[in-house]
């Protein structure tokens, strides 16, 4: 299994990036896949998760009405559309599958917001 994030960068306040986790080395359109956050001094924390179909979307409270998580099956990538970034979504984005009982992660992309 392999998990690579791309996309990350420095935004302003308010801005907005797309971030891309390619997919490989498992049958990627049978699993629901997540995306995670960590910020410095915290806990890897849950933003958005997607159903393997893309039918069911799940987001973290503080991601609601701002981030869309969405799929394409055909190219095996999990994306989460961020907007009216914030200072607090500052932190390292991992996408994740858990796949017989074992969670896969990639190396994260740094995203930063600031002024």
């Known amino acids: 299994v392999q998990l690579v994030e791309s996309g990350g960068g420095l935004v302003q306040p308010g801005g907005s990036l797309r971030l891309s986790c390619a997919a490989s080395g498992f049958t990627f359109s049978n699993y629901y896949m997540r995306w995670y956050r960590q910020a410095p001094g915290k806990e890897r924390e849950l933003v958005a998760g997607i159903s393997n179909a893309g039918g069911s979307k799940s987001y973290a409270d503080s991601a609601k009405g701002r981030f869309t998580i969405s799929r394409d099956n055909a190219k095996n990538t999990v994306y989460l559309q961020m907007n009216s970034l914030k200072p607090e979504d500052t932190g390292v984005y991992y996408c994740?599958?858990?796949?017989?009982?074992?969670?896969?992660w990639g190396q994260g992309t740094q995203v930063t917001v600031s002024s």
């Open positions: 994740n599958v858990m796949r017989v009982s074992i969670r896969y």
